[in-house]
């Protein structure tokens, strides 16, 4: 009875099998025919089997040994796919990443891009830490973050050219997706709202956001241009909080042209057809730490949720 298999037989086996001819299965696996010979020996023997019949060509697998070749070949090829694995885990990253979220998680693909990070290892640990989008640079900046999403531009949070000590930007920036924002108002002001522009919106009761938010950001940009002040009555810090204000009647609000035509639809909000606002849905860390493994694997993970 067959108690334990020799892998260099069984290799040995596998490549006279495969090329029909000793001499051949001996160049192929740098050791001498006699030893290559002597191993096929040995297995006839243990397995008590006629493996091989002679040709006028060299040698052919019988009935048995066409069987047991295969059985070899898922053998020999179990083991290269169990030493990549333990390679592939002996490189795989290792260490804390701590991610700032903002939004909702599925317009982020934070799902997607969590299992992405699960299968680039599993020594790699997430912490997530939800907030606005101007919190994520701040984290940054603070080492409280390594890495984040973000909603606008993140030379926002460069320093200024008077007190910049080097050219290169702070934050390394990866673009995922450009997204428009939209003004929805309560159905009361739906006749000072359509057909209005930025400048006339701005006098009617808005719900405000603070400076961290990329609504503040792009609004207070927006009206400064144009000379104007925005007519704040409220400040929440939650676009769902907003959008729930705006149903009350309280006031105007920008948010998402996706929730935007929802609310529209299923609530009868009113929205401003006269004036839209774009921005960008990006991936943030600092430029400094890019070539940092957890970095690079976060980096890696998000170009594979977001193509």
């Known amino acids: 009875m067959l108690q334990s298999i020799d892998l260099r037989t069984l290799r040995a086996f596998v490549a006279v099998a495969r090329e029909g001819n000793v001499t051949r299965a001996a160049e192929q ?29 060299g040698l052919e697998l019988t009935q048995e040994g066409a069987l047991l070749a295969a059985k070899a070949e898922q053998v020999l090829a179990t083991l290269v796919d169990f030493g990549q694995t333990a390679g592939h885990l002996a490189t795989r ?9 903002i939004i909702d998680p599925e317009f982020t693909r934070l799902g997607a891009f969590l299992k992405a990070l699960i299968e680039s290892g599993p020594g790699l ?17 603070r080492n409280e973050l390594d890495a984040g999403f973000y909603l606008g531009d993140a030379r926002d949070y460069e320093p200024s050219a008077e007190i910049a000590v080097a050219s290169a930007p702070l934050f390394h920036s990866r673009q995922l997706a450009r997204l428009t924002y939209r003004v929805v108002a309560p159905p009361s002001l739906a006749s ?6 930025w400048t006339q919106l701005s006098s009617l009761p808005w719900i405000g956001t603070p400076q961290a938010s990329v609504h503040n950001r792009l609004l207070s940009r927006l ?19 907003m959008v729930a204000m705006v149903r009350t009647g309280v006031g ?24 839209s606002i774009s921005t960008t849905l990006g991936f943030l860390c600092m430029e400094a730490r890019v070539e940092d493994p ?13 193509v």
């Open 192 to 197: 000072f709202v359509r057909g209005a522009d």
């Open 29 to 57: 696996l740098n050791i001498t025919q006699p030893a290559v010979t002597l191993q096929l020996k040995r297995l006839a023997a243990d397995t008590g089997l006629n493996l091989f019949r002679r040709t006028s060509t």
């Open 223 to 241: 009206f400064a241009d144009l000379g104007v002040r925005q007519n704040i009555i409220a400040q929440v810090d939650q676009e769902m909080s």
């Open 125 to 141: 640990e997430t912490t997530l830490r939800h907030g606005m989008s101007g919190d994520v640079p701040e984290g940054l900046r």
């Open 252 to 275: 105007l609000s920008l948010c998402r042209e996706s929730i935007a035509l929802h609310e529209q639809q299923a609530h009868g909000l009113v929205i401003a057809d006269n004036v």
């Open 294 to 306: 957890i970095i690079l694997a976060a980096l890696d993970a998000i170009g594979r949720v977001w």
């Open 93 to 101: 990253v290792r260490g804390k990443l701590r991610i700032g979220t």
